[in-house]
């Protein structure tokens, strides 16, 4: 690898990517400045989120928590409110404590100090180097799955991205061709080069700034660059999950365990179906409310279905919705239709709850 950056145009490859960046860079609103916070919230917003769908949450966010003082001092009800529907909530829930964290020890400032960033709760190298970078000017790769791909390409390198030790490697080349004068500009324009010209697939190379420093497109093996195993796939898991009200129209939901998938997020009663003969879905049901909750509820006949996939597994819930005729345990909320929009619920579970509104 050393060999190849000895032959490589670094200063000239530089030149080309980062004036194509300023001539051509998309406009972003967490590119309007350089505060760290906002920086630091989009980065975490765009790790496996598609930026299109970043831009009103990132707005709504920063505009209800503008400051790291207001999000440290906010209600994590309120922030994973805020967060509804975009997922991985565990990304905000490690913000969150972070940045308690910076309030707390750091006088609000978050730290430009490579060791003391990595030491807050969710900060892993590519989140520490973008935000060294980009807010600080700090020459610190930011590598992530759009980088790989660039750089495997553009060095022709086969090794599996999807292994820790290739992204080691990536960190090490970032480190020796990142512009030492223009991190934040170098680390943004690799970045937005792999989302809208250095695609996963048909990649724009005759639009490229740089295919000509592009080992793989002179070699022509572009599209079969970068190399990635193949991720399991998902575990689908049946379930069934019950809208349930009294004779005053109320609803009841409850909240999730404070830690594993969806940790703390509400939801209405659900639970995983067997396979079993001698029991309907409906039986099975209507068994875990007695069981769990203490509930005798009239299930009506099936409403509908919803799939929710997960990175690792497949929800393919039932949906049935029930009157309560009896309920002696507390471990439901019980809520109306202004009272429910104050929790914020997965979005399997808005599905479930617009289902019953009869709006899907």
């Excluded at 512009?179 to 695609?199: H, K, R, V, W």
Aim: glycine share 4%.
């Amino acid at each position: 690898m050393m060999k190849k950056l000895e032959n490589f145009a670094i200063q000239d490859f530089q030149n080309d990517l980062i004036n194509w960046y300023r001539n051509e860079k998309r406009d972003l609103p967490w590119r309007k400045n350089q505060d760290p916070y906002k920086i630091w919230v989009s980065e975490v917003m765009l790790q496996q989120t598609r930026v299109d769908t970043v831009i009103p949450y990132f707005n709504e966010f920063t505009t209800k928590f503008p400051t790291i003082q207001a999000l440290a001092n906010a209600d994590e009800e309120e922030v994973l409110k805020a967060w509804e529907g975009l997922g991985y909530y565990s990304r905000v829930r490690n913000l969150h404590s972070a940045v308690k964290e910076v309030n707390e020890c750091y006088g609000g400032i978050v730290p430009n100090d490579p060791n003391e960033i990595s030491k807050l709760k969710g900060v892993g190298p590519y989140t520490k180097g973008a935000i060294l970078s980009i807010a600080y000017n700090i020459p610190e790769p930011a590598v992530d799955g759009n980088v790989m791909r660039v750089m495997s390409r553009i060095l022709s390198i086969w090794d599996d991205i999807a292994k820790v030790k290739t992204r080691n490697l990536f960190e090490e080349i970032i480190r020796e061709i990142i512009s030492q004068e223009y991190p934040s500009d170098f680390n943004q324009a690799l970045m937005e080069l792999g989302a809208i010209i250095c695609t996963p697939t048909s990649p724009s190379c005759l639009l490229c700034p740089v295919r000509e420093h592009c080992a793989a497109f002179h070699e022509g093996v572009q599209t079969e660059l970068p190399v990635k195993s193949k991720k399991k796939k998902p575990v689908p898991l049946q379930m069934a999950a019950a809208v349930l009200y009294d004779e005053n129209g109320q609803l009841y939901i409850h909240k999730r365990p404070p830690t594993g998938l969806l940790a703390n997020l509400w939801e209405f009663p659900n639970c995983e179906l067997k396979q079993e003969l001698n029991k309907t879905h409906t039986e099975q049901l209507a068994l875990f409310l007695k069981e769990e909750y203490d509930i005798e509820a009239a299930l009506q006949p099936l409403i509908g279905t919803i799939q929710h996939i997960f990175s690792h597994r497949i929800w393919n819930l039932s949906i049935y919705f029930g009157e309560i005729k009896s309920m002696e345990s507390e471990k439901l909320v019980q809520v109306d239709e202004e009272t429910i929009k104050q929790y914020a619920f997965p979005v399997s579970h808005q599905k479930i709850y617009k289902m019953y509104k009869g709006e899907i």
